[in-house]
């Protein structure tokens, strides 16, 4: 199979990272506010170098287990955030979704328009099975968009982190492919 991407919205533009994305990732991914509840950050210029050298060396892999987009905001012609899809399973064809969105774009609708594309393509051209994601229980802004997409909330893991000296419970949501809205 072909790579899926890159993926075009109304808005945005979702496609690979590439090395002059490094100034907008670090802005998000340095601004604690942003990574308060995420399990990684904030991150210092060398962690996002790293992070950003890994992304564009796993590139040269196709295919590859993980796919992590750019989101960009067409408008702008900037990185915003990222999304990521990361096959679990292949047998059983799961999958999951993760994302992240600099916070000057929060309350936007950006997030739910990225991910909707996401699942758009991992249930119509993957022919995925399943899809899930997880949040921080105290993330109301990650899981409402999961809830937007129509995930359902299939589990709380209570403790089962340990973030910045403190153990924190994580929300499962996820969707089957059947009950995708697209579908």
Known sequence: ???????????????????????????YASDPEVV???IWGPSTP??????????????AQWPRP???????LKSERRLIGSIGLRMKDEANRNADIGYVLNRKYWSH?????????????????????????TCDTRNRSSYRVM??????REGLFVKDAMERGEWRDTYMYAILAEEWRGA
Not at 46 to 59: H, K, M, V, W
Not at 66 to 72: G, H, M, P, R, S
Not at 110 to 127: G, P, R
Request: hydrophobic share 45%; aromatic share 8%.
């Open 1 to 27: 199979m072909d790579p899926w991407f890159p993926i075009e919205t109304e808005r945005l533009l979702l496609r690979e990272l590439r090395a002059d994305d490094e100034n907008d990732i670090h802005e």
């Open 36 to 38: 308060r509840l995420m």
């Open 46 to 59: 060398d962690l996002t170098r790293e992070f950003l050298d890994r992304a564009l060396q796993a590139q």
């Open 66 to 72: 993980e796919v992590v987009l750019a989101i960009e």
């Open 109 to 133: 609708g950006y997030m739910t328009e990225s991910a909707c594309a996401i699942l758009d393509v991992a249930f119509k051209q993957l022919k995925l099975h399943r899809v899930w994601a």
């Open 147 to 152: 809830e937007r997409l129509g995930m359902r």
